[in-house]
């Protein structure tokens, strides 16, 4: 397994913690090394201490209600920092809302909608975030 440095860096931002246990096993078994939030303000945390670090997130996974915030809020929040860092977001949400998707469509990083309550969803998280990283890539060779 490659290193903690080399190993592609994804944010899970879930309140659920059996769903999160099931992301973050999917992602571990693929190779990426995860960061964890659980609600809205950890993960402008992380977001912000990324930044001052130089850590370099590739995907965030992020489900859309948390406890204290809106995950489209974020979306807002990372808007301003897109530009350098091509970071792609998959939202994995339990409600499958049409709305949210063509909400979420808007923003130049987003990347995939997928429902947890689907049979196929851990296939459907790799396939996601693995079309997140090649995604990223060619944004940013495109600088």
Not at 12 to 26: A, G, H, N, Q, R
Not at 28 to 52: C, H, K, L, M, P
Not at 78 to 88: A, F, Q, V
Request: hydrophobic content about 40%.
């Amino acid at each position: 397994m490659k290193s903690d440095i080399t190993r592609i860096k994804v944010l899970v931002v879930e309140d659920d913690s059996d769903w999160m246990e099931k992301i973050i096993e999917c992602l571990n078994e693929e190779g990426y090394f995860v960061f964890q939030a659980t609600d809205y303000s950890s993960a402008e945390r992380i977001i912000r201490s990324r930044e001052e670090k130089y850590i370099d997130l590739a995907v965030i996974v992020l489900d859309l209600q948390l406890p204290d915030g809106d995950g489209m809020d974020l979306l807002d929040f990372i808007l301003p920092r897109w530009d350098r860092d091509k970071t792609k977001v998959v939202i994995s949400s339990a409600t499958g809302w049409v709305h949210e998707d063509e909400r979420a469509k808007e923003y130049d990083f987003y990347s995939e909608y997928i429902t947890k309550n689907l049979p196929d969803f851990k296939d459907s998280l790799i396939k996601a975030v693995h079309q997140a990283v090649r995604d990223r890539e060619a944004a940013r060779s495109e600088m």
